[in-house]
């Protein structure tokens, strides 16, 4: 679960569970607008954090995880799922 504390404004909240059978070294997160869409990457966040704060996402986003290893092979991808709509403190 984040430090909310680090966060302002809203965004949607993304959380994903490894399915990697082999080394993981880092997260890749895709996004869409469309579930069979063309996904762009995003994001990278280090290995074992288990979520992630699209400021930019909306509703009708769709999210795409790869789990990586060291030399940047995918070792694991993630179906599209949703993000949860996160209102997060304001400054």
Request: hydrophobic content about 40%.
């Amino acid at each position: 679960m984040p430090d909310y504390d680090l966060f302002e404004g809203g965004g949607m909240y993304v959380v994903w569970e490894s399915e990697a059978t082999g080394p993981v070294d880092h997260i890749y997160i895709k996004r869409s607008e469309y579930l069979n869409g063309t996904f762009e990457g995003i994001a990278t966040v280090a290995f074992p954090l288990d979520y992630y704060v699209d400021r930019d996402g909306k509703l009708d986003s769709f999210y795409v995880i790869e789990e990586r290893n060291a030399s940047d092979v995918i070792v694991a991808t993630h179906k599209p799922l949703w993000g949860d709509e996160l209102m997060l403190r304001s400054a």
